[in-house]
């Protein structure tokens, strides 16, 4: 089969290093490439089962010594991996969906919020590609208005490609965004018109945003992330 030997290669390469799965690679790339995570960083992992991105986050943050958290939110009880993670790594199941962004700040440092926000949801997949790429959006449109101000809402599949975001002038008090001034923001989309509008939002919201298809992605995944640096105050 077209493709199948790398995705081979990344299985046996994360069980040999004691990742939770395949997808401690796609991190481990953009660490790489955008250095988002460092010492005393606070990150916040959005669908963070099975754990591998917990393990790269904790990995990230270097020594014990040097600080920094990790918070992982998952539908699913996540057990923090034994390996690559220390106490400064812990887990929250609950439905980002419904958590109210003053929840999600109360567990940063002195609720002060995230320096890195990554989201690595994804929908139960239908087969549909319309529909799985819509729902797709929705959980990447939650990641973007918890980590900026402004109120969570799902807008239609035309606003997402028109770029259109709510005016947050009548935002009350629990919409102020989570992410910190100069932070940085990763979220897993399917590739489609839809996801291609994110990057029409971001861009004056950031300082960067750029796509990635991480080379541990498999072949017949339609799976692309946009990377969001420095977040302007």
């Not at 199948?4 to 046996?12: Q, V």
């Not at 996540?78 to 220390?86: F, G, I, R, T, Y």
């Given at each position: 089969m077209s493709g199948?030997?790398?995705?081979?290669?990344?299985?046996?390469e994360a069980q040999r290093l004691g990742y939770a799965a395949r997808s401690a690679f796609k991190l481990l790339q953009m660490q790489k490439q955008y250095k988002l995570i460092k010492p005393g960083s606070s990150v916040l992992d959005l669908g963070c089962a099975p754990g591998a991105w917990l393990q790269v986050a904790c990995q990230s943050l270097g020594p014990l010594k040097n600080g920094g958290v990790v918070v992982g939110i998952d539908l699913?009880?996540?057990?923090?991996?034994?390996?690559?993670?220390?106490s400064r790594v812990k887990t929250v199941c609950a439905d980002v969906m419904k958590l109210p962004k003053d929840e999600i700040r109360a567990f940063s440092p002195q609720r002060k919020g995230f320096s890195?926000?990554?989201?690595?949801?994804?929908?139960?997949?239908?087969?549909?590609?319309?529909?799985?790429?819509?729902?797709?959006?929705?959980?990447?449109?939650?990641?973007?208005?918890?980590?900026?101000?402004?109120?969570?809402?799902?807008?239609?599949?035309d606003e997402i490609q028109k770029g259109e975001h709510h005016d947050d002038s009548t935002s009350g008090p629990d919409d102020d965004g989570i992410l910190q001034p100069g932070g940085h923001l990763v979220i897993k989309l399917l590739e489609s018109e839809d996801a291609q509008g994110f990057s029409r939002i971001c861009k004056p919201l950031f300082r960067k945003a750029s796509w990635l298809r991480p080379k541990a992605t498999r072949s017949s995944s339609r799976e692309i992330y946009l990377i969001c640096q420095g977040l302007r105050p």
């Open positions: 199948a030997g790398t995705p081979d290669f990344f299985y046996r699913k009880k996540v057990k923090v991996p034994s390996m690559h993670c220390d890195v926000i990554l989201s690595d949801m994804c929908p139960l997949v239908s087969g549909i590609t319309t529909k799985d790429a819509v729902l797709s959006a929705e959980l990447g449109m939650q990641a973007l208005h918890l980590a900026v101000r402004g109120p969570a809402l799902a807008p239609s599949g």
